[in-house]
């Protein structure tokens, strides 16, 4: 069984720093390609971060590049999202999502407040 466990989630000042991990089991997280997505009532679902499973190249969306770092601990089956100078609209839960699973964690609240 798949399961994905999120959390380093909290309130943080704008401009601070916070790293959430994704702790997996079920399946070797190293071999896929997995992402970070968050989620707001107002704006959905969107995609933050991926990382591919062949050769740990990363990507991210426009709003977070130079800002957000992905990365992939293989021997802990554990993903880590770095966010930096972090802005009031990164407010959100963000998940770590593996491709092909269709499994979801519960996801850990980030917020982004004076």
């Known amino acids: 069984e798949v399961q994905l466990v999120e959390s380093g989630g909290g309130l943080v000042q704008p401009g601070g720093s916070l790293r959430l991990s994704c702790v997996t089991s079920g399946f070797t997280a190293g071999s896929y390609t997995i992402g970070w997505v968050r989620q707001t009532p107002d704006k959905g679902l969107q995609w933050v971060s991926v990382?591919?499973?062949?050769?740990?190249?990363?990507a991210y969306s426009q709003s977070v590049k130079g800002r957000f770092t992905m990365s992939r601990d293989s021997a802990k089956n554990t993903l880590y999202l770095q966010m930096n100078s972090l802005k009031p609209e990164d407010t959100a839960v963000y998940y770590c999502?593996?491709?092909?699973?269709?499994?979801w964690g519960p996801g850990t609240q980030v917020t982004v407040s004076s």
């Open positions: 990382i591919d499973g062949d050769v740990d190249q990363t």
């Open positions: 999502v593996p491709f092909g699973f269709g499994s």
